[in-house]
């Protein structure tokens, strides 16, 4: 094709300027563009990393409260027990050094009224330069040896002659006597508190390229925060941390740090609604930046060459080049993410906006026993046969973003805590769902057997109070009620007169079998413990229930044949024995099965009583252990709670599992000393 009309090389020249111009125009809205994306994607996933920091913050502290109050009891249950041993008796250094080695505890020292020690299970090491000389703790003791309080948690104190650290309590000793102080080493617990602390996690999290810090903050100064950080700007100071502060979103902000020019994400961190302070994310701009330079150079030199040949083909290999560029920066981001959230310690799912698994890490892989290659794409309904059907409906309601549920998992009831977070893709608004799963069973147990325990000591100070208020003016009405039967006689109605009598001392009877009873259940236990061989002593609870079995058709069996020693108070023991093995023959028909099992495992011996009997209803499992909760009709509701009281008194815990139809198991673990 010949054009009409021949064109100047100044009219050529102009053209190819201005086809330039156009170029290098365009190119440059399509840069910033760019950057916009990169931006996005840099918030995104710097939000996300983020969000997964303050979810493992909270994590952490909530494990290091949990597991200091488990300690605290742990010593406030010692110190009671020797509390109880120092009410009825007069203990000794050889029996507190017993009592410490066998409970694991470091130091038990008992003081008078005045807070002098007057009894320790310490032994003098050779050339100790503190010797036995007279100890005083009244100032740290007042409290208790004041009468404010029973209880003292002293908590973490620093050794006084050597620089280790100790966790202690303090209990009052019977009759205002002085006090009772206990307290473990607590090297490990220190130890174990700096490896999953706030500063090792923010540290480990800061190796990974292009973070340059991560730090929480709050007005005073930093509480905690990565290696790579000198100086911080002070929220006071600051307009844009005190927005973050008073709000619960997520604010980004280009800044400097030490020079350098970083891209910073924060959002306040609150533990139990109370504002701890201010956790802030510091990405390094240096790559993006440099990508930005070479873009823009590339840019110019390829839209110079281009606008002179063909401004398709410049556009092409522009666009290339930039689609490179992002698909490149968002692959780096998306692989840091990816292994952040594959290394967590608790489990994470990312679903799509189907309900689809797109990422299942391996602390997830751990608890649901699955690989990740078989459950990747597919739907979270259809992988866990409808364990976590309740989290498709939570995730499309929106209802909750953080919650608390137990269910049966792998046929084991078990206690998880859920984080659900969801982000939007700003392109197709679609919404993906993060979930953070932790297991709590093993925290959840030991808090449920914490307060049982205390419900039942609790009980116990109840049924002995209210026993000795009521059975005084009992045993006057029922004194009265056989002289007025003995001493009187009407003379009308006389056969009614005598019933009413009578009937009136049979109650009376009754009030007091039940306040013995309460009694009973109230006051300590005396255990004199024997040396006894588990496998002759469990033959021989098993032949006082044979005859009983032929008589119901039952299929009694003994299963165990290991060699066992223990000691243990033998009467209390077969009594708690007796009481389960009784309810699992009731709970059984003709042709039933009650089996005892038992064997060693690692320190314990573990005891079960299985049958196969009508089962009991999970509402009930929890309460069955309570004092005078019963399903008989001629049931007193105190064998469970006796048993249960006896075994606690051995150092022992007693589960149970059961399902209706299919049977009940009792599990008895007994601490072999």
Excluded: C, W
């Amino acid at each position: 094709m010949r054009l009409p009309f021949k064109l100047s090389p100044k009219a050529i020249i102009s053209i190819t300027l201005l086809i330039a111009a156009v170029m290098l125009i365009s190119s440059y809205v399509e840069l910033n563009q760019s950057k916009k994306e990169i931006f996005q994607l840099l918030y995104e996933h710097s939000s996300t990393l983020l969000e997964s920091v303050i979810q493992s913050s909270k994590n952490t502290l909530n494990s290091s409260y949990e597991i200091e109050d488990l300690i605290a009891n742990r010593l406030l249950d010692n110190a009671k027990m020797i509390k109880r041993l120092d009410a009825v008796k007069s203990l000794n250094k050889d029996e507190l050094i017993s009592i410490a080695k066998e409970n694991d505890l470091y130091r038990i020292n008992i003081f008078d009224s005045k807070g002098n020690r007057v009894l320790s299970n310490r032994i003098p090491e050779p050339g100790h330069i503190h010797g036995e000389e007279n100890i005083n703790r009244y100032e740290e003791l007042s409290p208790i040896l004041n009468g404010e309080v029973d209880e003292l948690i002293i908590g973490l104190k620093s050794a006084e002659f050597t620089d280790e650290e100790r966790f202690a309590v303090a209990v009052a000793r019977s009759n205002n006597k002085g006090a009772i102080v206990v307290n473990i080493n607590a090297e490990n617990f220190l130890e174990f508190r700096k490896k999953i602390g706030i500063g090792v996690i923010l540290q480990q999290m800061s190796k990974h390229h292009g973070i340059e810090y991560i730090l929480l903050q709050d007005s005073i100064g930093v509480l905690a925060a990565s290696e790579k950080i000198d100086s911080v700007e002070s929220i006071i100071s600051s307009g844009f941390l005190q927005t973050a502060l008073k709000n619960d979103s997520v604010y980004a902000r280009v800044t400097f740090n030490s020079g350098q020019e970083v891209y910073e994400v924060t959002k306040r961190f609150l533990l139990e609604d109370d504002l701890v302070g201010l956790y802030r994310l510091g990405v390094s701009l240096e790559d993006i930046r440099n990508v930005e330079d070479r873009m823009l150079r590339r840019l110019i030199i390829i839209s110079l060459i281009l606008a002179a040949i063909s401004i398709i083909v410049l556009s092409i290999i522009f666009t290339t080049q930039n689609l490179k560029t992002i698909s490149d920066e968002y692959k780096n981001f998306k692989t840091l993410t990816a292994s952040v959230l594959e290394n967590m310690s608790e489990a994470v799912i990312v679903l799509d906006d189907k309900n689809n698994i797109t990422l299942f890490n391996k602390s997830a892989e751990k608890l649901f026993g699955l690989k990740t290659e078989n459950v990747l794409q597919r739907n979270i309904r259809s992988i866990f046969n409808g364990v976590l059907d309740f989290l498709q409906t939570e995730i499309l309601t929106n209802s909750l973003q953080s919650f608390e549920r137990e269910i049966t998992l792998n046929g084991e009831q078990k206690y998880f805590s859920f984080s659900i977070s969801r982000l939007e893709d700003p392109d197709s608004k679609k919404i993906k769902s993060i979930l953070v799963i932790k297991d709590l069973t093993d925290t959840k147990r030991l808090e449920d057997e914490a307060k049982k325990n205390e419900k039942l000591s609790a009980m116990g100070e109840l049924a002995s109070g209210v026993a000795h208020e009521i059975r005084n003016p009992i045993n006057a009405i029922g004194m009265i009620a056989q002289r007025l039967n003995k001493e009187f006689s009407p003379k009308e109605n006389s056969d009614e007169y005598f019933d009413i009598t009578h009937l009136l001392k049979t109650e009376v009877n009754r009030i007091n079998k039940i306040i013995t009873q309460f009694l009973n259940y109230a006051k300590p236990l005396e255990i004199s413990l024997k040396q006894i061989e588990i496998n002759s002593y469990l033959k021989e609870i098993y032949r006082l229930f044979e005859e009983q079995a032929k008589q119901k058709s039952i299929k009694f069996i003994l299963q165990g044949n290991e060699k066992l020693s223990l000691r243990i108070d033998a009467d209390l023991i077969k009594q708690a024995l007796m009481n389960i093995i009784q309810n699992a023959f009731d709970a059984v028909t003709a042709d039933g099965e009650v089996v005892i099992k038992y064997f060693k495992l690692k320190n314990d011996l573990i005891i079960q009583i299985s049958d196969n009997g009508v089962g009991i209803p999970t509402e009930q499992q929890r309460k069955i252990f309570d004092l005078y909760f019963t399903t008989k009709k001629d049931g007193n509701g105190l064998g469970l709670s006796i048993s249960q009281k006896i075994i606690s008194q051995h150092n022992g815990s007693i589960t149970v599992s059961s399902k209706i139809n299919k049977g009940t198991t009792f599990k008895i673990i007994l601490p072999i000393l």
